[in-house]
């Protein structure tokens, strides 16, 4: 079955370390995003990427980094530098550039814990 | 600015009655408009979607919503609930106007279903 796959379902940090947050899809979609969903607050944007080797900055990247090296993958880094990485990360993706007449397909989320 | 407002963070009904979960948006431009559903720990997935067709969508497990332009709406209803209804659920506006991704997420409504 098409779809995408985010691992690990959960994750624990230290202060101080980085850690990567797995997104594969084949869907063969174009764009693919990294949202992050705190209590209360809905879904905010961290990075997307239209097209392989390309990513942009969403709402909220301070703290994050991404890679785009293939298609089928959206790793996402949570730094150091990020102050309060607690929260349940969502990664999705959509069909065609422009997502807005077509929504997204969600990933089953990873909720990362700092301990 | 683009925004949309769930107007109930909590929503309670019992089994069998119907169900109402009201979305509110602003838009300056013709907007695309989705209801998802959120599992407890699960990715989001899409109930239905508005793209300036017909006013009433029908989606998936018996749920609708009507675009009402007028009233800057787009609430989402079901005749009768189930148990496996309860979940979380978002609203979501789209157009140019948005984040960088041209989505905004409402907060989220919180469906629970009384035996």
């Known amino acids: 079955d098409g779809g995408i796959t985010q691992s690990p379902k959960y994750l624990f940090r230290k202060e101080g370390q980085n850690v990567t947050l797995s997104c594969e899809q084949n869907?063969?979609?174009?764009?693919m995003y990294w949202y992050r969903q705190d209590p209360g607050q809905g879904l905010r944007l961290i990075y997307y990427?239209?097209?392989?080797?390309?990513?942009q900055k969403g709402d909220i990247a301070e703290g994050y980094s991404v890679s785009r090296e293939k298609k089928e993958s959206f790793p996402l880094t949570v730094t150091s530098a990020q102050k309060n990485p607690t929260a349940f990360y969502l990664c999705?993706?959509?069909?065609?550039?422009?997502?807005?007449?077509?929504?997204?397909?969600f990933g089953s989320g990873t909720r990362l814990t700092v301990v | 600015a683009q925004s949309v407002t769930q107007l109930d963070s909590h929503v309670s009904v019992s089994e069998g009655t119907p169900v109402l979960l009201r979305c509110n948006y602003s838009?300056?431009?013709?907007?695309?408009l989705f209801w998802y559903v959120q599992h407890p720990n699960k990715g989001l997935q899409l109930l239905l979607k508005?793209?300036?067709?017909?006013?009433l969508v029908k989606g998936i497990n018996g749920f609708e919503a009507e675009f009402k332009k007028s009233e800057t709406s787009f609430h989402l209803t079901k005749p009768s609930a189930h148990m496996s209804d309860a979940a979380e659920y978002f609203c979501?506006?789209?157009?140019?106007?948005?984040?960088?991704?041209?989505?905004?997420f409402g907060k989220g409504t919180h469906l629970i279903i009384q035996p």
């Open positions: 999705a993706s959509s069909m065609f550039l422009d997502p807005t007449n077509y929504g997204y397909t």
């Open positions: 869907l063969n979609h174009d764009a």
């Open positions: 990427s239209q097209i392989v080797n390309d990513f």
């Open positions: 838009s300056s431009y013709s907007p695309s």
């Open positions: 508005y793209t300036s067709a017909a006013t």
């Open positions: 979501v506006v789209s157009d140019r106007e948005g984040g960088a991704d041209g989505l905004t």
